[in-house]
C-alpha cells in the first residue's frame, strides 16, 4: 500500500472492496465476508443472488454474479439432500450448473436454468466459485424448491 495515496499496489484504495470467504443468507443472496483477503495482493468481491428465491420446479430460476471483471466463474445448484444439479454422472441433472467469464466493463455475470419437474422440494443453494489473478471465492446462495401440488415454499 502506497501511504501517500491509500491505494494498493493495483491502484485500488486500501478496503475500498469486501474480500474473504462465502457468506449465505436466507434472502436469496450471498457475498464474501468484509475484511478478509486471500494471498493475492488484489482487493476484489463477490455478490450473487439467485431469482426467484422460490421456484416451482418445471420453471426457470437466475443466478447473477457481480464480481471483477474478466473474473472466471463457475456454479453448481445442489438440491436438497445434497444432490447435485449437474448433469450426470457429476450429478442428478436437476439442472443449474455452467461456467464463463465476468463482463470486462462491469464484472456482472448471469445464467438462467430450468429446474427439472421432478427436483426434489425443499432448501437449495447455488454454489459459485470465481477465480481471479490466482485467487478463488466461494460464495453459497439459498433459494427453495417449491412442493409441487402448492406451489408455496
Partial sequence: MNPATGSTSNGVPAGSHPAGASNGSSTGQAS?????????SYVWSVTAHVTPTCVVAGRTATVTVKT????????????????????????????????????????????????????????????????????????DVPFTVADPLSGTC
Fill in 32 to 40: 464474501d465476508v468484509p475484511g478478509q483477503r486471500g494471498s493475492s
Fill in 68 to 139: 471483477a471483471r474478466n473474473a472466471a466463474l463457475a456454479y453448481v445448484a445442489v438440491y436438497a439432500g445434497e444432490k447435485s444439479g449437474a448433469a450426470p454422472p457429476f450429478g442428478y441433472g436437476y439442472g443449474g450448473n455452467a461456467d464463463g467469464y465476468s463482463s470486462p466493463v462491469d464484472g456482472s455475470w448471469a445464467n438462467t436454468w430450468t429446474v427439472r419437474a421432478d427436483a426434489p422440494t425443499g432448501k437449495a443453494r447455488v454454489t459459485v466459485v470465481v477465480a481471479w489473478h490466482q485467487t478463488s471465492k466461494q460464495v
